[in-house]
Antibody, heavy 117, light 110 residues
Framework: QVQLVQSGAEVKKPGASVRVSCNASGYTFTGYYMHWVRQAPGQGLEWMGWINPNRGGTNYAQKFQGRVTMTRDTSISTVYMDLTRLRSDDTAVYYC??????????WGQGTLVTVSS | QSALTQPASVSGSPGQSITISCTGTSSDVGSYNLVSWYQQHPGKAPKVMISEGTKRPSGVSNRFSASKSGNTASLTISGLQAEDEGDYYCCSYAGSSTWVFGGGTKLTVL
């Protein structure tokens, strides 16, 4: 069965960087785009971007360009999301989500990133 | 990219039907048959309920249906059950390999 397992919660200071990982299993890792979606406390879902695990191509929401980098390691079926220059409003649960037939059919469990001085 | 517009909340009694709207623009909802809908319970990851505009993934109850007219997509839940309570989000492809979510709707089953 498809599983996306994310890394644990992080606490960071403003200005720092964070890396969240998402390990995929139960399917061909390089066959599906992986997206990152975040959700601030009590707020809605926000699409951040995607990575093509096959070739490594990426596309980011304009809001995050220059601060976000998505990479992958095919040898361990893992994608990474790096976010730099963290601010307090980056405090959120970050999800990886596998794209399917025009939807996000599988989601990781979420990773809480707290940005606080 | 502006978020798609959803009502903040809707409510209904068990057995009733409710509809949640999702209004975008001619650049997203209006241009593509790639609207999906997600259900989210507190503390849980979202779950896809509708994909590609109207398709129900395997395992999703047939009480969930969706449609689109112009720039507005709609999710209808018939025969409301207590377990349907939660937050619902629409999502649309927005061109240029980008996606946009709605602001979310809190469904309360009275």
């Amino acid at each position: 069965q498809v599983q996306l397992v994310q890394s644990g919660a992080e606490v960071k200071k403003p200005g720092a960087s964070v890396r969240v990982s998402c390990n995929a299993s139960g399917y061909t890792f390089t066959g599906y785009y992986m997206h990152w979606v975040r959700q601030a406390p009590g707020q809605g879902l926000e699409w951040m971007g995607w990575i093509n695990p096959n070739r490594g191509g990426t596309n980011y929401a304009q809001k995050f360009q220059g601060r976000v980098t998505m990479t992958r390691d095919t040898s361990i079926s893992t994608v990474y999301m790096d976010l730099t220059r963290l601010r307090s409003d980056d405090t959120a649960v970050y999800y990886c989500a596998r794209e399917g037939s025009g939807d996000f059919g599988y989601w990781g469990q979420g990773t809480l990133v707290t940005v606080s001085s | 990219q502006s978020a798609l517009t959803q009502p903040a909340s809707v409510s209904g009694s068990p057995g009733q039907s409710i509809t949640i709207s999702c209004t975008g623009t001619s650049s997203d909802v209006g241009s593509y048959n790639l609207v999906s809908w997600y259900q989210q319970h507190p503390g849980k990851a979202p779950k896809v309920m509708i994909s590609e505009g109207t398709k129900r993934p395997s395992g999703v109850s047939n009480r969930f249906s969706a449609s689109k007219s112009g720039n507005t997509a709609s999710l209808t839940i018939s025969g409301l059950q207590a377990e349907d309570e939660g937050d619902y989000y629409c999502c649309s492809y927005a061109g240029s390999s980008t996606w946009v979510f709605g602001g979310g709707t809190k469904l309360t089953v009275l």
